[in-house]
Structures are given as structure tokens and as C-alpha cells.
């Protein structure tokens, strides 16, 4: 999937127009089992707060193959996190550590309890779009991806951390400014709404068939200098 994204990538950079930018987007991910897990911690008396939204920021280019036919490729990283805290005041821990000459470091913080879970994924995507209008230029369209996904608890005493890779694709639609010049800088913007099918299996025997989904509607925004 990355050799093929990065053939676009080339094919995109050869083209008669191609522009290539910075993007941000939000996402609400199902994560099914994450809130399973969140609501046995729940009935265990550690309510796990979790994110509602999982943010990304990536690299990507997008250039005409023709008239009609738009390719993107993009590589960007998401994050969705989870947190339990009781009575945690990381700044003044910090802060008692430093008065104490580091003695209150020895000792740790026995009546705070954290649960941190972080979910990342390196996201590679590759789409084409056909072009409806010409400027601002109004398109639909998907394609598939690759998504490297990472899932990590860490508590007082415990740091666990698995992986897993799956392909799933992605469908919606992009708008596109054509022209425009910033500080004499040829600077377009575009934006683009969707869904994201993103849902992998953990490889680690012992998750027990626990999948990290970050399926779920999308919106993204970036900006690209234009060549």
C-alpha cells in the first residue's frame, strides 16, 4: 500500500498542475470495544473518560490526472486518547518534588490513581475524485488505506502497548480553491467531509480479538501551495 501511494505521489508531482499542503481533521471514531473496556473500568469503580473526538494532522498532495479526474495521496497520524485521574495535580507533584529536593519523588503519589490510554494510527491514503465543477472545484470520490495502529494503557504500575496494521478506505466529498495568493505566495485551501472505514485487529494473541476502530465521519481542512 505505501509503494502504491507513493507511485501516486510521483504520478501527482508529474502532473500539468499539482498542489501539495498541510491538513487537519476531526473525526468521530465508534471505537465499540474502547467504550466496552471504559464501561467494565466503570463497573470496577475507575470511570474512564474518553475522547469524543480523534484529531489527525498529515501531509498530503492532490494533482488532475485530467480534466475530470483528480488523485490524492496523503499520509497523516490520528490520536484518540482515554483518561482516568483521581485527585491528580501533575503540576503540584512536580512542584512539592522540586521543595523537597526530589525526596517526594521517592515515595511516588500512593493516593492518586491515573489511567492513561492512547490510540494512534500512521494513516496512508490514496484517492481519486471526479471533478463536478471547475473553480472553486466541487469533487466526489474515495479510494483505499493503510492504516499502523498502536494502542497504549499506562497505569501507576503498569505500561502495556500493542500493534496491528488493516486496510480500509475512505469515501467523500472535497471542496477546492483553484487560485489565490498569499503575500505572493500562491496558497489555496480546500476542505473535505467523509467517512472513514478504519477498523484493525490488535496482532497480540493476548488482546483477545480487541479492534481499534476509527471508523466514523470525518471533516478536514488544509492549506497547499499550488504549483
Known sequence: ??????????????????????????????MADEND??????????????????WAGGLEAIGDASERLRLRGGFSVSR??????????????????????GIAFLFGSPDDEVVALENSSVNFDLSAYYKLTDNPAF????????????????????????EG???GFTAGV??????????????????????????????DDTTDDFTV???GPYVRIGSYLKF
Do not use: W
Open 213 to 215: 476502530d476509527f471508523s
Open 80 to 101: 484518540y486518547n482515554g483518561v482516568y485521574e483521581e485527585n491528580y495535580n501533575p503540576g503540584g507533584y512536580i512542584l512539592l518534588g522540586i521543595l523537597t529536593g
Open 165 to 167: 496494521s488493516g486496510l
Open 1 to 30: 500500500m505505501t509503494a502504491i501511494v507513493s507511485a501516486a505521489m510521483l504520478l501527482i508531482l508529474q502532473g500539468s498542475s499539482f498542489r501539495i499542503g498541510f491538513t487537519f481533521d476531526g473525526a468521530f471514531p465508534r
Open 139 to 162: 469533487s466526489v470520490g474515495g479510494g483505499p488505506s493503510l492504516a499502523l495502529v498502536t494502542r497504549s494503557i499506562d497505569t501507576p504500575n503498569t505500561t502495556s502497548s500493542h
Open 174 to 203: 472535497r471542496l477546492d480553491q483553484e487560485s489565490g495568493n498569499f503575500l505572493g505566495i500562491p496558497l489555496v485551501f480546500g476542505a473535505e467531509g467523509g467517512y472513514r472505514q478504519c477498523d484493525v485487529k490488535l496482532d
Open 37 to 54: 473496556y471504559a464501561e467494565l473500568l466503570s463497573e470496577g469503580g475507575l470511570p474512564l473518560k474518553l475522547d469524543d473526538v480523534a
